[in-house]
């Protein structure tokens, strides 16, 4: 059975680690630009200036963390790379990439908007028109292939004015600044885009700090929900609003694949694993497709001594008018949470756990779990019974140009075959999965990392960690084995 017809094949990335073009076609400064390049040993760091003039680099915790305190700005430092600020150059690629997926034979896009390329500051009362066309210039493109665009309307890249004066997500203000924005794109692109999600793995506000905010406070974690409850809000809004703009309009959530499993079977260990769960990933699901806060939450509360979490009787109504048409997640790896005491740990893409010894993990600490996805998909869909999306997939590797020009990456081939494989029998099983968008389906900064030595792409682009490149563009031994893939609807994975 596996795939029906009609299955969305294809590629995701996002405008931060891909775009560049950070400070031309009037777009303003974004959060993401103040992130430094870093290393599976060395942490990203993000750089600002106190209000008495003196420069620090912290390190990255979350992309949305407010800045310490008032009077503080973010800079961008001397001595430090920002590579964000080029990514790969998709802005001025746009078209040779376009036609390198069309190519390959892509159904659909994965992408990402840079709000602060709409709105540089966020708050103005027109939109910057450069930007405007540039994204219609995009979209266009992908039709002329018939690549359907998947948008992503918020990846972390929130506009610096707004962090800097409103304090970030934890102002009420910013759910009417984002529907504004939601309202721009989804009336410029009617027809052009029917595919929207609205913030990027939105549950990683909780998954970052339950797994490295050692010392997190009440008050820290209730600054959390806040934020949380505001992109809930704001997310139930705009897909409201995005139906009433286009009936058309498909607009769904999209979380961290926070995907975890009891070390023992323990009871203990099982019930910690329910709860895990509940916190890291069905917490923001349920907002989303059910449109109510689910009972465990009085739990999560309860344990944080929280009280008095602005949630208005409004609020909750807009929860329940504006639940998603669809349920999308990335996926890279699961991970193993216990109670008992171990120094056994591993640590891969935002998330930290116990290893497996049932499985086999990368260069970066990441499990190789191609089964976690097909249980995934089908505990998903048994809760939800909405269409899903795994929008997110992919492995982060070394790759080496051979002296021919060539890039043998069977490594990579080797990662995706059983985890397509893991999609085809969830379908068999029933789970109603409509597309696959692999991650940095060319080469792209790692989020994690901020490397470019760290690559997932069918197709390798020349710039290194330090900056430099010609930016070109090839194929890797992939690009065709994934052509083969798309052109027999997953069915040949030889």
């Known amino acids: 059975m596996g ?42 760091k993000v750089t600002w200036i106190d209000k008495d003039g003196n420069a620090h680099a912290t390190p990255q ?3 949305d963390d407010a800045l310490p305190e008032g009077g503080d700005h973010y800079a961008c430092l001397d001595g430090y790379l920002y590579p964000n600020h080029e990514g790969t150059d998709f802005y001025h690629h746009y078209k040779e990439d376009i036609k390198l997926f069309a ?21 103005e009362e027109t939109p910057n028109q ?22 992503t309307i918020h990846h972390f890249d929130t506009p610096i004015y707004l962090v800097e004066k409103y304090g970030d997500w934890q102002n009420r ?12 794109v989804f009336t410029e692109y009617k027809g052009l885009v029917k595919y ?64 975890t499993y009891p070390h023992t079977c323990d009871p203990k260990d099982i019930l910690l694993n329910q709860q895990t769960m509940e916190e890291n990933f069905w917490y923001c699901g349920d907002v989303q497709c059910f449109g109510a806060y689910p009972p465990f939450a009085k739990r999560i509360w309860r344990e944080r001594n929280i009280t008095d979490l602005d949630i208005t009787e409004e609020d909750l109504k807009v929860l329940k008018e ?19 005491e171990t120094e056994d740990t591993v640590q891969g893409n935002f998330a930290a756990g116990i290893r497996n010894p049932y499985l086999t993990y990368s260069d970066w600490g990441w499990a190789l779990d191609p089964l976690g996805l097909q249980y995934s998909l089908e505990m998903i869909y048994d809760r939800y019974r909405i269409p899903l999306m795994v929008v997110e997939n992919g492995l982060g590797a070394y790759d080496t140009v051979k ?92």
């Open 322 to 340: 504006g639940t998603v048409d669809m349920f999308t997640y990335s996926y890279y790896m699961t991970n193993n949470v216990t109670t008992h």
């Open 103 to 123: 190519d390959m034979g892509f159904k659909m896009f994965r992408m990402s908007i840079s709000w602060s390329r709409i709105y540089p500051r966020g708050d």
């Open 130 to 151: 450069e930007g405007i066309e540039f994204y219609r210039d995009v979209f266009k493109e992908l039709r002329k292939y018939n690549i359907e665009p998947l948008v």
């Open 196 to 259: 929207w999600l609205t913030f990027n793995e939105i549950n990683n506000t909780l998954n970052v700090i339950n797994m490295f905010g050692d010392g997190t406070t009440d008050e820290d974690y209730k600054k959390r929900l806040t934020h949380l409850h505001y992109q809930f809000v704001a997310s139930a809004k705009a897909v409201k609003l995005g139906h009433e703009i286009d009936s058309e309009n498909k607009i769904g959530c999209m979380l961290a694949g926070a995907i």
């Open 173 to 184: 203000k910013y759910i009417d600044f984002f529907v504004k924005y939601c309202k721009t």
């Open 61 to 63: 915790v979350h992309f």
């Open 403 to 494: 002296e021919d020009g060539l890039i043998h990456d069977d490594y990579r081939i080797d990662y995706y075959r059983p985890h397509i494989k893991a999609m085809s029998a969830a379908c068999d099983n029933g789970v109603d999965l409509i597309a696959y968008t692999t991650w940095g389906c060319i080469d792209l900064v790692s989020a994690g990392t901020g490397e470019m030595r760290k690559r997932y792409g069918f197709i390798y682009v020349d710039k290194h960690d330090d900056g430099t490149g010609d930016l070109s563009r090839r194929p890797k031994d992939s690009f065709y084995w994934y052509k083969k893939v798309i052109e027999s609807n997953g069915m040949n994975l030889d």
């Open 3 to 44: 795939f029906k017809e009609g299955f969305f094949w294809g590629g995701a990335t996002a405008a931060n680690q891909y775009e560049g073009g950070w400070n031309e076609g009037g777009r303003g400064p974004a959060l993401t630009d103040f992130t430094t390049g870093g290393s599976v040993k060395e942490p990203r």
